[in-house]
């Protein structure tokens, strides 16, 4: 069996690149989730929500430019 995506380029080049990095993007999710995790079993106590948050969003940017991956991309 054999599935095949076909993009008309240019025009779908933004689904064309979601496409070809979707594992990408899921293994940056499995990281994320795994993070998250380990900062809510042993994770530093953050003094505000503002803290955490800003945390949490820099390491999704941190974890997703280990995969070569943006929200750019998504755009």
């Known amino acids: 069996m054999q599935g095949v995506l076909k993009f008309d380029l240019p025009k779908d080049d933004n689904n064309y690149m979601i496409a070809v990095h979707a594992m990408d993007f899921a293994l940056s999710c499995w990281d994320m989730d795994q993070f998250l995790r380990t900062q809510l079993k042993y994770g530093n106590k953050f003094e505000t929500v503002d803290d955490a948050l800003e945390k949490v969003r820099e390491q ?8 070569n991956v943006s929200l750019e991309m998504i755009e």
């Open 60 to 67: 999704l940017h941190k974890i997703m430019n280990e995969h």
